[in-house]
């Protein structure tokens, strides 16, 4: 899923009108709009549906938007969650922070600052999904990250460890740019730029194993004077 594909975002406001309206808002920029009035609704429709984002006023009658926030953590759902309140103190913030919310808005507030913050916060939530899957798959390309064996189609791919790891750091943020620097720190714990060689020579292995020719690939493209970039979509397991 890409950071809006698809997502779906739980509104959490006893205030009728103010869940209406944002949900017009977040209808229309694409997204699919869950709505609850208080905590205990909240949490039914977390567990029946499982929201991408939840967007959690603070102060509502019988469970506030923190309590809420609470229950979740403590039950090690990490569904990313904006809190709303209409009180203005850092203390406030920092409280709702530290009992697992991920960003925080005042109101009044503009409808498109909560689009982009729910935006920032997906974008975040799938490369966090993506690092930590123990499976990785683009196309025919499938790699095992516990038992490090790699498949391109049915036909195993073998590769050393280094080379593995790289492959598997690149994959980990598809279409981002890597430096050989980042590549060295994540996959040989340490960072020397007399060690760049190693890294274009792990990368020369995987291309040879993969049949991704520089020219024309498929899986990894070199980005002139930054680094390397794997393209394509990455599906996790």
Known sequence: MTEQETATVLLVDDEDAIRAGL???LDRTGFRVLEARDGPEALKMVEAHGPDVIVLDILMPEMDGREVCRRLRAAENWTPVIMLTQIAATG???????EGADDFLNKPFDSYELIARIRALLRRSVARTTQMARTLV????????????????DEPVVLSNKAF?????LMSRPNAVVS????????????DPTGMRTVDVRIA???????DPPGDPEFIETVPGEGYRFI???RTG
């Not at 683009?138 to 189609?153: I, M």
């Not at 620097?181 to 040989?188: K, P, S």
């Not at 292995?205 to 049949?211: F, N, S, T, V």
């Open 92 to 98: 406030e913030k920092i409280s709702s922070l530290e």
């Open 205 to 211: 292995e995987i291309r040879r194993k993969l049949g």
């Open 232 to 234: 394509g979509k990455v």
């Open 23 to 25: 949900a017009a808002a």
């Open 165 to 169: 790891g790289v492959l598997a750091h």
């Open 180 to 191: 050989r620097e980042q590549l060295l720190d994540h996959v040989w714990g340490w960072e």
């Open 138 to 153: 683009s196309g025919r390309l499938r790699l095992e990250r516990e038992t490090q064996r790699a498949w391109l189609g």
